[in-house]
């Protein structure tokens, strides 16, 4: 599946030090590719919706994406950060949410793809037990992936379009698309 106009593109991707590894390195790219545009369906003046008094904002989960994840890298995975206080855009606008996401995601697929196999399976503390890097990888991208559809959903509830992740939405298709919904379609 090709999306159109990733922020990272393939030829962008670095290749890991174990080659092996290179799944992990394309999956991050992937799933950052895939933030992206759901972050940018919504409009500026969407930051303080939530359906229900107990939901979270859009704003609030903007913030927690980017927080959170410099809390697993630089915490967990020891990637280079930057101070949590500067975590947060200077601008609270989508546009400004989806810059800084970009600048914080570069760096660390570098780092990552530079790592060799023996980091990977390193343990670290990860809260109160300790996990192997590559366990902590994951875990945070499972993460991103519970926000991006947490956010998919408030497109919905916003009556926006949601774009295409896994493949086609009842917005986005395209030729060729085959969502598995029938009998038939799985047993091809």
Not at 37 to 63: G, M, N
Not at 84 to 111: N, S
Not at 130 to 136: A, G, L
Request: proline share 9%; charged share 25%; net charge negative.
């Amino acid at each position: 599946m090709t999306y159109e106009n990733p922020a990272i593109p393939d030829e962008d991707i670095p290749q890991a030090a174990t080659p092996l590894l290179q799944v992990a390195i394309d999956t991050y790219v992937s799933e950052s590719n895939k933030v992206i545009p759901v972050w940018r369906a919504f409009a500026d003046s969407d930051l303080d919706f939530k359906p229900h008094p107990k939901s979270s904002t859009v704003r609030e989960i903007l913030q927690h994406q980017l927080l959170s994840e410099r809390r697993f890298f630089s915490g967990f995975l020891e990637t280079p950060e930057p101070d949590a206080g500067d975590v947060l855009p200077k601008t609270e606008t989508i546009d400004g949410y989806v810059a800084r996401f970009l600048e914080l995601v570069l760096p660390r697929i570098t780092f990552l793809a530079e790592r060799p196999e023996s980091w990977w399976l390193q343990e670290a503390p990860f809260f109160d037990v300790r996990r192997q890097h590559i366990w902590i990888f994951w875990r945070r991208v499972l993460h991103t992936a519970h926000h991006r559809t947490q956010l998919s959903v408030y497109l919905r509830l916003l009556d926006k379009p949601v774009p295409a992740t896994y493949g086609p939405t009842a917005d986005v298709t395209w030729t060729g698309a085959d969502p598995t919904t029938t009998v038939e379609a799985a047993a091809r």
